[in-house]
């Protein structure tokens, strides 16, 4: 089993270009979401699904793009990469949200350097 | 920003002894989370307490929630060299999305052997 899966581990990008951040799960969980970490910050919701073809904007959505074509795969685009966007970008799921008392399951994240 | 706040930012214990985290938080809450992270890790989660729960206990951990002070801690008793990571508490908000949690800054524990 091999929980949520993010690819790939480590990114560097020039400013303006765009790419895709990958996230699989493989335990029929509905709820995925994206954080980015910066120091001193802790972790801040870019944008959720709350199942195939749902999607809506967290805390920080500005440059971000979000589709959920499958229950297992939620990819994060973005569309021209900017330095402000170096962080490190953790997918999460979860089976029946949060909100009801489930807890988050975590990719190993991936490092995103804009230059 | 929603974001709460974690206190100490970073502590710095001896093997044995015990740590305690707090964490602060603003809106009304469904439920608070603790999540733990080892260094270029993913947040792996620790324990859950429900806004109408007190205190919870699970091994050596130890967490109380005082939701007239939007406040929580979490304590680790009998450290060990091994729980030396980041920790994280999260809050679902009251009336919140279902799977949106708002985590707090972290506070940077380090246990010497």
């Known amino acids: 089993n091999a929980g949520v899966t993010q690819t790939p581990k480590f990114q560097v990008l020039k400013t303006g270009q765009s790419m895709t951040l990958q996230c699989a799960q493989d335990?029929?969980?509905?709820?995925m979401s994206w954080y980015r970490q910066d120091p001193g910050m802790g972790l801040r919701l870019i944008h959720y699904?709350?199942?195939?073809?749902?999607?809506d904007q967290g805390e920080v959505p500005n440059g971000y793009n979000v589709s959920r074509s499958t229950t297992e795969d939620f990819p994060l685009r973005l569309l021209s990469a900017a330095p402000s966007q170096t962080s490190v970008y953790f997918c999460?799921?979860?089976?029946?949200?949060?909100?009801?008392?489930?807890?988050?399951?975590f990719g190993s994240g991936t490092q995103l350097s804009v230059l | 920003s929603q974001q709460g706040e974690e206190d100490p930012q970073a502590l710095s214990i001896q093997e044995g002894e015990n740590a305690t985290m707090n964490c602060s938080y603003k809106?009304?809450?469904?439920?608070l989370q603790w999540y733990r992270q080892n260094s270029g890790r993913g947040l792996v989660h620790l324990i859950l307490?429900?806004?109408?729960?007190r205190e919870k206990h699970s091994g050596r951990l130890r967490v109380t929630l005082d939701t007239s002070k939007k406040s929580s801690s979490l304590l680790i008793t009998a450290s060990r060299a091994a729980d030396t990571a980041s920790y994280f508490c999260?809050?679902?908000?009251?009336?919140?999305?279902?799977?949106?949690?708002?985590f707090g800054t972290g506070t940077l524990l380090a246990v010497q052997p």
């Open positions: 335990m029929n969980h509905e709820y």
């Open positions: 999260a809050t679902a908000p009251y009336g919140g999305a279902t799977n949106k949690l708002i």
């Open positions: 999460a799921s979860t089976r029946t949200g949060a909100k009801v008392g489930e807890k988050l399951f």
């Open positions: 699904s709350v199942g195939a073809g749902i999607t």
């Open positions: 809106t009304s809450i469904n439920n």
């Open positions: 307490i429900r806004s109408n729960e």
